[in-house]
């Protein structure tokens, strides 16, 4: 296929709005930022953008398709992210407990953790699922794809990230317990409520 600048262009703009714009994995970094800052949070973050990639890829491949010939498949997904969103959810509300025995109560998500969240995300999958069927041409080649998938991560990274920073510059505003527990119990709160539409969908 030829290269086409325009079509690279409208890629590159939805991976942006989709990256930027408010979703659970978004949240999660926000109230991470606050309770862990940057530094601490680095994990979780790179966990969803390279999580993301690899889903990007296997999207790419052929799991789209799989998903249309199965669609129980998606449904149980559906299911079993509601759960593990709640799951993550009270953590997030747990955030900045004070100190048990010299040890903090709780950790910031993982890579790890971050990066399996995508494949129960229903935002992460509604952004690779659209990326493929609405801009990707039926005529691309294998590197077409590999490339523009690692542009998309390219834009998703920082774009997340924004959350992280927003999230480390409120902390100031949250030194009071009060506060904070206001703040990740809402930021839980949404994360769950943020979830139920899908369930239905």
Request: aromatic share 14%; glycine share 8%.
């Amino acid at each position: 296929m030829n290269f086409n600048v325009e079509l690279v262009a409208a890629m590159a703009m939805f991976a942006f709005v989709t990256s930027v714009t408010p979703g659970p994995n978004n949240m999660m970094l926000l109230a991470s930022g606050v309770n862990f800052g940057v530094k601490r949070t680095l994990p979780h973050w790179l966990g969803v953008s390279l999580g993301h990639f690899v889903m990007l890829l296997l999207v790419g491949a052929g799991l789209e398709s799989l998903l249309k010939a199965y669609p129980f498949v998606y449904q149980v997904m559906k299911v079993i992210g509601f759960a593990y969103l709640v799951y993550l959810a009270w953590g997030v509300a747990r955030s900045g407990a004070p100190e048990r025995n010299g040890e903090e109560a709780t950790q910031p998500i993982s890579f790890l953790g971050a990066a399996a969240f995508q494949w129960v995300n229903p935002k992460a999958w509604i952004m690779a699922i659209g990326y493929f069927s609405n801009y990707m041409p039926t005529d691309a080649s294998l590197t077409f794809v590999v490339l523009t998938c690692m542009m998309f991560s390219a834009i998703n990274f920082p774009s997340v990230g924004l959350w992280v920073w927003l999230g480390a510059k409120l902390e100031r505003y949250l030194q009071q317990d009060t506060w904070r527990r206001i703040f990740n119990w809402s930021m839980a709160l949404l994360l769950v409520v943020s979830m139920v539409p899908v369930l239905f969908v």
